[in-house]
């Protein structure tokens, strides 16, 4: 059956024709849905990519400090979305450290189907009492498999420091190349190139001229060139005046905040910097831009002989005096040609026929430097995709209605699969829900398409000054943060969705099965594989898309719990009342069920009042164990060793060991002869001395021991004494 939710009825006619003699073959590459989500709180699309299958994972911002990840099926289907959130919880008023304030920066897709997450968080080392360092911030990548769930955890930073990881990339080899941004002074961010056994290979710092330092609320680009470099681009700020000098004229102010578009090139395999450019932007301050206004680098993409495309999203004069005095600028979408490292030679504008637009996003296509953009035209409101030749002239242009119905629309596209049509995500920060537009194959649907509007290029000069921002190429390096584990939590972060239009071939849709999961338990250093051969050993909800007869995706979900292992229990050490109306007792963490004193309980900590010997039991599919605690009324007791022992090889008192009626806990058995000479130690109580030393039988005589014990209520006890050996 066709399902076709359009107003215009000829072209429903006609769709269901095509659909009439195309069933047979299931052909799908005229579906398209226009759909719209809605969350629990206000959702921004801050990020958004397409992977296999079709597939897209966005990163969304629902509130200032709070974010979560989405991934869709081909058609729009919700797969999963999930909030992840720092698992450290502030328990106690004197516990540090702890977390707040974590924000994810943006999204970057591995070699393998799984996903980055990079940002910050804010770590505190100061207790409410006011005891520990003060707080700072530190940057963080967290990994995902395709199914949602935590690969790793990853922390760089260091108590009085401040960073944030705010772009990411992985290298064909798997190396991680991190931009590691620094809030303290002297400012000093890198760039780190990361093996997958978390080893850091190299690391560059960067450090720039002290009149110039990072506009903070813009994220570097990276891309790794065919050559194999990497070239990073960066928004610089001064906010201090600047002065232009021409001869028989009066100093010319140009006023702050002045930014600068900073690129420079670093080798891949060993993160020396090779060549840097720096270009200013055209300066806004007493013009008619908005002053919180930040240019933007949106995307680079090599072209064909080596040439750079930088796309940028900026304002450009609009008025026709001296550069220094414009007043009038307009926002377009800037197209800048460049060498391999950066270095200008060309400068395109577009702009619709409407007038100024807002660049969104944009992405290579093909293999020949071609570029897919999308922007917001200001004046409607409307999106705009356009395609961008490798010599900058526009060959085609589409646009789409605001199906939000709001004037602060944005948005994020990208290209689905093989290039096959595309997601097209509308947003606005203030809204609770957001829209998404799945074209067909083609790249249209007639739910919110528009006759398309008319992309004008413009080639312009760039009169502005270049090379001001340049860094020190002599800064030594200081490894002063650390990259280690970081525990996140997962929480769902549920969207509800309403079609508002779709045309969709009636041989068959997509199912998602997520009702009647698959419950597996497997045992620690067991797998389990998933009919897509992927290897599962952590516990978590997986999933795999099967294919129908007719080519639909048939998603099925697997709950896998890694038990585990029995074998592994341990407890809390004999322990004593001491006068306490109740304590304690403490088995390892992780089992489903206890067994106190064949009592059930779901918990690892069981309260006694009452002396004697306790028992717990864990039990599954993997084994049983029962351990024992012996609680005693009293902490103290006296030491008991014996005075003489007779290694002669009858098997009656052949070891000097510590007596098993000693309730204290054994620091430490030395033996001495009368000469003073270390005949033997031992901090286990199990071992004991049989009268040699170093395989020789010693003679018989009076030996000094010296034991050294703790007793269960942790009172260092000693005691010193003699012992007669007799043979």
């Known amino acids: 059956m066709t399902i076709c939710y359009l107003k215009n009825i000829n072209l429903c006619t006609v769709l269901f024709f095509l659909t009439a003699n195309a069933a047979s073959q299931c052909i799908k590459d005229s579906d398209f849905y226009s759909i719209t989500y809605r969350g629990l709180d206000k959702n921004h699309i801050s990020f958004a990519t397409a992977i296999s299958q079709s597939e897209v994972i966005s990163l969304t911002r629902h509130s200032v400090f709070s974010d979560f990840v989405t991934k869709f099926t081909s058609q729009g289907k919700v797969i999963w979305s999930n909030e992840y959130i720092p698992d450290y919880p502030f328990d106690y008023w004197w516990q540090y450290p702890w977390y707040e304030n974590t924000l994810m920066e943006g999204m970057t897709m591995g070699n393998d189907s799984t996903c980055f997450i990079y940002g910050s968080t804010t770590e505190h080392g100061t207790t409410l009492n006011g005891a520990g360092p003060p707080d700072h911030k530190a940057g963080l990548i967290l990994h995902l498999d395709k199914s949602g769930n935590v ?302 509007m008319t992309i004008v290029t413009e080639e312009f000069p760039w009169p502005w000054y270049g090379n001001k921002v340049y860094l020190n190429m002599l800064l030594p390096l200081d490894i002063d943060f650390r990259y280690s584990p970081f525990l996140f939590a997962i929480k769902a972060h549920p969207l509800t969705q309403a079609t508002d239009c779709q045309y969709q071939q009636g041989c068959c849709a997509d199912v998602i099965d997520s009702l009647h ?31 129908t007869t007719r080519g639909c995706d048939s998603i099925v979900f697997y709950n896998i719990k890694l038990l585990k292992s029995p074998s592994h229990l341990t407890t809390s050490p004999d322990t004593c009342m001491n006068g306490a109306s109740s304590i304690q007792l403490r088995a390892l963490e992780g089992y489903d069920d206890y067994w106190w004193n064949n009592i059930l309980s779901d918990k690892s900590v069981y309260q006694i009042h009452t002396p004697g010997n306790y028992t717990v039991k864990v039990q599954n599919s993997c084994g049983s164990k029962t351990a024992t605690i012996i609680v005693y009324d009293r902490c103290d007791f006296p030491i008991y060793f014996p005075g003489a022992f007779t290694p002669n090889g009858d098997h009656l008192n052949d070891v000097l060991k510590i007596p098993a009626l000693n309730k204290n806990k054994l620091r430490r058995l030395s033996i001495f002869n009368r000469w003073g000479q270390l005949v033997f130690k031992t901090t286990n109580p199990d071992d004991g001395w049989d009268g040699r030393l170093k395989g020789i039988a010693q003679p018989i005589g009076v030996y000094i021991y010296f034991l050294e014990m703790e007793s269960l209520s942790g009172q260092r006890l000693d005691q010193k004494g003699t012992v007669v050996l007799i043979r």
């Open 517 to 547: 999961p698959h419950i597996i338990s497997i045992c620690e250093n067991e797998t389990y594989t998933l009919p897509d051969n992927t290897v599962v050993k952590k516990t978590g909800t997986y999933y795999t898309t099967l294919k």
């Open 151 to 452: 690969i790793s955890g990853k922390y760089l930073g260091n108590w009085r420091t401040g960073y944030s990881v705010n772009n990411l990339i992985q290298l064909p080899d798997g190396n991680l190349i991190v931009y590691l941004r620094s809030h303290f002074f002297p400012y000093t961010s890198k760039v780190l190139c990361i093996d997958a056994a978390g080893v850091i290979i190299w690391a560059t710092p960067l450090q720039t001229n002290s009149l110039y330092k990072e506009a903070s609320t813009a994220n570097p680009v990276m891309k790794q060139l065919s050559n194999g470099n990497i070239i990073v681009e960066n928004e610089m700020v001064r906010n201090l005046d600047d002065t232009l000098q021409y001869p028989f004229q009066p100093p010319i102010i140009v006023p702050a905040p002045l930014y600068y578009f900073h690129f420079f090139t670093i080798d891949g395999s060993n993160g020396h910097l090779l060549e840097e450019y720096s270009y200013q932007c055209p300066p806004l301050t007493n013009t008619n831009a908005p002053p919180d206004f930040v240019p933007r680098i949106k995307n680079v993409t090599e072209l064909p002989g080596g040439n750079l495309s930088i796309l940028a999203d900026m304002y450009i004069p609009a008025d026709s005096v001296i550069f220094y005095n414009h007043r009038i600028f307009s926002r377009t979408v800037v197209n800048l040609i460049t060498n391999m490292d950066g270095g200008f030679f060309l400068h395109f504008a577009y702009h619709s026929q409407n007038g100024p637009i807002v660049l969104q996003n944009a992405w290579p296509t093909g293999n020949n430097g071609e570029q897919i953009a999308l922007a917001v035209d200001s004046s409607s409101q409307q999106l705009v995709l356009f395609k961008i030749a490798p010599d900058a002239h526009i060959e085609w242009s589409k646009s789409f209605a605001n199906a939000l119905a709001t004037p602060n629309l944005s948005g994020i596209a990208m290209e689905k699969q093989n290039n096959k049509g595309f997601f097209l995500f509308q947003t606005d920060p203030e809204l609770i829900s957001f829209h998404v537009s799945i074209t067909n194959d083609i790249g249209n649907i007639p739910c919110t398409q528009l006759p398309a």
